[in-house]
């Protein structure tokens, strides 16, 4: 069955520095979105991409979909201690009718 | 916050009870996803209701089934529960299927002794 995967499970940066969660399917996907899930909280949508090679920016956060749909990335700059949280992609097939979450990446920000 | 309800908000059962939890979609919309989250892991898809009728499965055994309601809310029931069915259960509503975000509610947290 369709699988995706998330990099890396943690990262841990200083406020201030960049950071960059990628996601691989392991089938062709239809559109990709991104979710962000604070601890204790539930996932909330941050963003949907459909079209091959299509880059989307959202204040200091950049998304990616790669050419043959099977990858996406999310890259924020400057991180803050508000973007503390598990970042995960959803990868929809729509030929098997669901959504496919990866593990998430979990981002800490040191102050 | 994103107009989806569930309930409970927490759950303790023995293992072989039944569970029913609840969940009201946003309004205005016809579809809803269920997704089991287990601790440190990503929400897992149990199956998908639209217009009243089950539209996409995951992997779960039939002891996992569903509901919509005429008014799109849904129930998700787990018979004979075993001890690894314990984890974060979250309904997620959308306009339609495929193409739309997902609005999560807040889940609910079953645990299974």
């Known amino acids: 069955g369709q699988q995706v995967m998330q990099i890396p499970q943690y990262q841990h940066v200083q406020e201030g520095e960049d950071f960059t969660t990628y996601c691989n399917s392991s089938?062709?996907?239809?559109?990709i979105q991104w979710y962000k899930q604070r601890p204790g909280g539930h996932p909330v949508f941050l963003i949907q991409?459909?079209?091959?090679?299509e880059v989307k920016k959202q204040k200091r956060l950049t998304f990616q979909f790669g050419e043959a749909k099977k990858n996406s990335s999310l890259h924020i700059t400057a991180t803050q201690t508000t973007d503390v949280g598990t970042y995960f992609c959803a990868g929809l097939n729509t030929n098997a009718g669901k959504s496919t979450f990866g593990d998430g990446t979990t981002l800490t920000v040191k102050p | 916050e994103t107009g989806v309800t569930q309930s409970p908000t927490h759950l303790i059962k023995t293992r072989g009870q039944q569970v029913t939890l609840r969940c009201s979609s946003q309004s205005g919309h016809n579809t809803v996803s269920w997704y089991q989250q287990a601790l440190g892991q990503g929400p897992q898809f149990i199956f998908q209701?639209?217009?009243?009728?089950?539209?996409g499965r995951g992997n779960f055994p039939p002891r996992f089934s569903g509901l919509q309601f005429p008014n799109y809310s849904s129930e998700l029931n787990v018979n004979a529960l075993e001890l690894d069915d314990s984890a974060l259960y979250l309904c997620?509503?959308?306009?339609?299927?495929?193409?739309?975000?997902?609005?999560f509610g807040p889940g609910t947290r079953l645990t299974v002794l």
């Open positions: 997620a509503s959308s306009q339609r299927t495929g193409y739309n975000e997902q609005f």
């Open positions: 089938t062709t996907l239809s559109n």
């Open positions: 991409l459909v079209k091959s090679g």
């Open positions: 209701y639209y217009r009243e009728e089950e539209n």
